[in-house]
């Protein structure tokens, strides 16, 4: 890993600055208390920062500055404790329209996804599926030049107020071919069952019945799915340093209250036992970002399940530690860290538990269990 | 000569191949199978990479080094490890050649660095005492001068390989006045002067790398201090940057993960291969993510290094993890191999003639499981890395 660029470190300034003033605790209860979670003027200012557009090509409106830049601006978003849907929508969500777009569809949508015009989300997840890309049960069918597609999709966060959604489904006798779709929210037959989650952010189950779509590409099977399972990865691994930036912060609350609470005379921090347990925190997440910022510059796959691993079980400790160094005052929702707490605890499962991102680690190296 | 590339993987090939042709083959399976080396088969090993100018290529060129970069090196380090080389013993080659190369005068340079280069020297360190630890400012061996000699009267504990050593490298009170660690120099110890006795401490593993060290009357010539009197502490504290960085012990965990894996592959309860379980799976994998993580951040400090940066306190969390994670690796070892691991021939753990082990896999892995607790004591224990990690660099 090299040093950051000027540019690299403005990004990161810019986007702390605007969590100081625009993302304050009552600007968050805000964004919480809206019903789809995403207040859509609040997600053009995003746009207007360029953080929406900041991996898309140049030529689509974006910026064009990778993966690495992508997951400096996460990290600092996540430190801020950035309630709108960010991975879904930008790193998920448009990252996918942008591999697979082409032509009118193209022009006509990446430029309102950079500039928060529109957000478009993908709704991956079967019910009851695999954390990996599987093929889908949702089915598409013709009819004349417009596709309709029937079946349910799992919990997908950012889905509620997102203008349209992104779909695989199965292609009508064509057993061996997935299609991806575009389906707008608004059309017929698209029922979202939206619902609030316990770090306030919001997800939604889908369900298809009918539903207009326009096909975006069919290819076999199995090179859809190694497509899909690309997107996804480089997602994890924005979803991984957003995670950390956030985890980063409650460490860094917890240090502060510990060097400023005093018991017995002193200051908590003179204790070693609580010492050793703020160094085991500190080195983990510095291993971690590491790791992120490796994988960031080369997203394959064994990478991409060890950052799984590693942040989930990071995320979890930072949290446990956090509430158990601080005291009764780390269990409770007026306090500064329980909102951390929460986003952590939940972000530790999102997009891969850790036990789903082990086994594939353990794929990898040790083949199938049979 | 071996020369190293810009191109790392074609390098790590290289690095391979040199291994396979000249790495003597009993030390090989001495290492593979967990027998302690002998002090000729690792110094034959010792002469053959001096030979190809890799035994101290992280030296100064004047005597020795080759100029490889800080990744040349951990990637030559790591495929040895891999190809079940030793660890070569740091002592000698990351510690006192480079304290001498740099602290030295002029005639101790030249008496001792052309030697350790050659392979053919080996030392060790006198620093632990009975009654001084990782707290060494409290050390009780003393020299008292008399004309041209110091007199060393005391003990020392702990002092690894002893019984290999020709030479030591020793911390001595020298003063009684000021703060502790005022008092104390740096000399160089004869092993074989009258008055020095060792005493071979057998591990809980079967090897013998302890040492209690005698030290009765020895007459230790004043030119054989390094550094000026009273002024040791300060050379005993200059652990090298690249040698803490290697303290991260990639290639040794790498070589361990590789153990796991085959015991997981080889081993089955009933009907079922240990790596398809999924208690070993999880853990595994467990180790793995820990492992690709330790490395992500130790290119970290490595790249921070190339670019000029100086490394800090920071750099201690390497040893911290790495010491620890060797550990979990020989856990998991020794789970998969199950009761297989149970028996343990101390006549083959000490190489005698004619002991064959019944299983070479399993046969010494309860022994290398307790000599991997040693990395979280030796150089530092892990809870004086905690200190300072909260000391130094989140300032409690």
């Known amino acids: ?370 | 000569m071996f020369e190293p590339t810009d191109d790392l993987d074609a390098f790590r090939q290289a690095v391979r191949a040199f291994a396979a042709a000249e790495l003597p083959p009993e030390l090989r399976a001495a290492v593979r199978e967990g027998r302690q080396p002998t002090r000729a088969q690792q110094t034959q090993w010792h002469e053959r990479l001096a030979a190809h100018g890799a035994l101290v290529p992280h030296w100064p060129a004047e005597w020795g080094g080759r100029g490889w970069s800080v990744p040349q090196q951990m990637a030559f380090d790591e495929e040895l490890a891999l190809a079940d080389a030793p660890e070569l013993n740091s002592v000698t080659f990351d510690m006192i050649g480079p304290v001498l190369a740099r602290f030295g005068d002029p005639a101790q340079k030249q008496r001792f660095l052309p030697a350790i280069a050659s392979g053919r020297q080996w030392w060790c360190q006198g620093y632990s005492e009975p009654n001084a630890g990782s707290d060494l400012a409290s050390l009780a061996t003393r020299a008292e001068r008399d004309g041209e000699h110091y007199v060393v009267n005391g003990a020392k504990i702990w002092t690894s390989y002893a019984q290999y050593a020709d030479w030591m490298f020793c911390l001595v009170r020298t003063a009684r006045e000021g703060k502790p660690q005022a008092g104390i120099s740096f000399v160089l110890i004869d092993m074989a002067s009258p008055g020095i006795t060792v005493r071979p401490i057998v591990g809980i593993h079967g090897w013998v790398v302890f040492n209690e060290v005698f030290l009765d009357n020895v007459r230790v010539p004043v030119a054989q201090r390094v550094g000026e009197e009273n002024q040791g502490w300060t050379i005993a504290k200059s652990l090298l940057e690249f040698e803490r960085l290697k303290l991260a012990r990639i290639g040794e965990n790498k070589r361990r993960r590789a153990r796991a894996r085959e015991a997981g592959e080889t081993r089955r309860r009933g009907d079922r291969r240990v790596a398809d379980l999924p208690w070993f799976r999880a853990r595994f994998a467990d180790l793995e993510a820990r492992l690709i993580a330790l490395e992500a951040n130790a290119a970290r400090f490595i790249a921070r290094q190339a670019a000029g940066e100086q490394l800090g306190a920071e750099v201690s969390m390497l040893k911290m993890r790495g010491s620890r994670l060797i550990q979990l690796w020989e856990e998991l070892i020794v789970d998969a191999l199950g009761t297989d691991a149970m028996p343990l021939s101390p006549a083959w753990l000490a190489g005698e003639a004619g002991a064959a082990p019944r299983d070479a896999l399993a046969g010494t892995a309860s022994s290398r499981r307790f000599l991997a607790r040693g990395y979280t004591i030796a150089g530092g224990s892990s809870e004086i890395q905690h200190n300072i990690l909260a000391k130094q660099v989140l300032g409690l």
Not at chain 1, 117 to 132: I, N
Not at chain 1, 180 to 186: C, I, Y
Not at chain 1, 221 to 244: F, I, K, P
């Open chain 1, 1 to 370: 890993m090299t040093a950051l660029t000027d540019e690299q470190r403005m990004l990161m300034e810019s986007a702390q600055r605007w969590c100081e003033r625009a993302n304050t605790a009552p600007q968050r209860r805000a964004v919480a208390e809206h019903p789809t979670g995403c207040p859509p003027e609040r997600w053009r200012e995003l746009g207007d920062m360029g953080w929406l557009g900041i991996a898309l090509p140049e030529a689509d409106g974006g910026l064009g500055a990778g993966l690495l830049a992508q997951c400096l601006l996460a990290e600092t978003l996540g430190r801020g404790l950035l309630m709108e849907p960010y991975v879904a929508s930008v790193a998920l969500g448009s990252a996918l329209m942008a591999e697979v777009a082409d032509g009118e569809l193209r022009a006509d949508w990446l430029p309102a996804l950079a500039d928060g015009t529109r957000r478009v989300v993908w709704a991956a997840w079967e019910p009851g599926g695999d954390a990996e890309p599987s093929p889908p049960r949702t089915q598409a069918t013709r009819q004349g030049d417009m596709w309709r597609l029937t079946g349910v999709k799992s919990w997908t966060p950012g889905a509620g107020g997102a203008d349209a959604l992104l779909v695989a489904a199965q292609m009508p006798q064509e057993p061996a071919a997935i299609g991806l779709f575009l389906v707008e929210t608004a059309a017929s037959g698209v029922t979202l069952d939206s619902q609030r989650l316990y770090d306030d952010s919001y997800a939604a189950r889908v369900e298809f019945s009918n539903a207009p779509a326009r096909l975006l590409r069919a290819a076999p099977s199995s090179e859809m799915l190694a497509l899909l399972a690309r997107v996804l990865d480089r997602g994890r691994v924005v979803h991984g340093a957003q995670t950390l930036g956030t985890a980063q912060t409650a460490f860094e609350i917890t240090r502060d209250y510990l060097r400023t609470r005093r018991q017995f005379g002193h200051a908590l921090s003179d204790n070693q036992v609580l010492q050793h347990r703020l160094v085991d925190l500190y080195v983990e997440l510095q291993e971690a970002h590491a790791l992120c910022l490796a994988a960031a510059q080369d997203p394959q796959p064994r990478l991409v399940a060890a950052l799984g691993t590693r942040c989930a079980e990071v995320a979890r400790h930072v949290w446990e530690e956090a509430v158990q160094l601080h005291g009764a005052i780390g269990m409770t929702e007026e306090y500064v860290l329980g909102a951390y707490v929460r986003r952590l605890a939940l972000a530790a499962d999102l997009y891969g538990t850790g036990p789903d991102c082990s086994e594939r680690l353990a794929e990898l190296s040790l083949g199938a269990a049979s």
